[in-house]
């Protein structure tokens, strides 16, 4: 029998890549991904921006998420990558559509793909973790004994059932860093220890409450409330992580991150090829 296909033209192919960095913020850390990917689509349609589609009877936009914060965590590095039907300005698509997508879902920046895959570049990620509550010389211990430790071994329930695997192996640096916690959490508690910690990703992805959960049973660290999550940056590793051993001095701004930024080629690419051909702007810019 043969394949049935849709009556009419097939839809327009692909003419440009697009790759956005965004932000989640405040109380839409709790907002879980796929309602993140519906605003997302529904700011795509009020901006007007001509997306490409998918053929078949059930057309999708050609949208690819990469590596999704969880939830309850904040993100200043998340990144989704798009694919339009005709040319359009990536600056002039950033204004349209960061104004289009509720507060705190923030877009950064909108560069054109220049390069392959994004998601194999997105080798490891830098988070930030406040645990308010708790006295820094307290996470220092938890963190010594984390890292003089040649494994460190959790449980979580995933879809196939209850799963342990090794926290320790994904950990490439973990530090106690000097900083002010959120004010919202200054005020359940004058002591606030922050940590950072660089987690390649891997298979079964190792999250920061795995972490935390690893830091527990070695250490001790079980804070009293909520910790407050945020990944500062996501990309490939570029160089061995400070923070490795107990007395390492600690990675605290971009410039020592062991993380790259994912869109520095696609950068380059366009500003050598020039400024970029734009056949029909972003409605409504």
């Known amino acids: 029998m043969a394949q049935r296909t849709?009556?009419?033209?097939?839809?327009?192919?692909?003419?440009?890549r697009l790759r956005i960095r965004y932000a989640k913020r405040g109380r839409l850390r709790f907002t879980s991904h796929r309602d993140i990917q519906r605003a997302f689509e529904r700011a795509l349609r009020r901006a007007q921006v001509p997306m490409?589609?998918?053929?078949?009877?059930?057309?999708?936009?050609?949208?690819?998420?990469?590596?999704?914060?969880?939830t309850g965590t904040a993100s200043e590095a998340e990144y989704v990558e798009i694919g339009v039907a005709r040319r359009v300005d990536p600056e002039a698509l950033r204004i349209a559509v960061d104004a289009a997508?509720?507060?705190?879902?923030?877009?950064?920046?909108?560069?054109?793909?220049?390069?392959?895959?994004?998601?194999?570049?997105?080798?490891?990620?830098?988070?930030r973790i406040e645990l308010p509550g708790i006295e820094p010389?307290?996470?220092?211990?938890?963190v010594d004994a984390f890292l003089t430790a040649q494994t460190v071994e959790v449980k979580r329930l995933m879809k196939s059932g209850m799963r342990t695997f090794d926290t320790r192996s994904a950990v490439v640096s973990l530090t106690v860093v000097e900083g002010s916690a959120d004010?919202?959490?200054?005020?359940?508690?004058?002591?606030?220890?922050i940590l950072q910690v660089v987690v390649r990703h891997a298979t079964p992805a190792v999250r920061?409450?795995?972490?935390?959960?690893?830091?527990?049973?070695?250490?001790?660290?079980?804070?009293?409330?909520?910790?407050?999550?945020?990944?500062?940056?996501q990309?490939?590793?570029?160089?061995?992580?400070?923070?490795?051993?107990?007395?390492?001095?600690?990675?605290?701004?971009?410039g020592t991150w062991p993380v790259a930024d994912p869109m520095t080629l696609d950068r380059s690419a366009s500003a050598n090829s020039g400024p970029l051909s734009i056949n029909t702007p972003v409605s409504g810019v």
């Open 6 to 16: 849709p009556d009419g033209p097939p839809p327009p192919p692909v003419v440009q």
């Open 52 to 70: 490409a589609y998918s053929a078949g009877f059930s057309p999708h936009p050609k949208i690819s998420w990469a590596g999704a914060a969880p």
């Open 101 to 127: 997508l509720p507060p705190d879902l923030d877009i950064l920046e909108i560069v054109e793909a220049a390069t392959p895959s994004l998601v194999e570049r997105l080798e490891a990620s830098v988070w």
């Open 137 to 142: 010389a307290q996470a220092h211990h938890a």
């Open 183 to 193: 004010a919202a959490d200054k005020s359940l508690s004058s002591a606030c220890a």
């Open 208 to 233: 920061p409450d795995d972490v935390l959960t690893g830091l527990g049973s070695v250490g001790g660290l079980v804070p009293p409330v909520a910790p407050r999550v945020t990944r500062l940056a």
């Open 235 to 254: 990309g490939p590793l570029t160089q061995a992580a400070p923070g490795a051993a107990a007395d390492a001095e600690p990675a605290t701004g971009p």
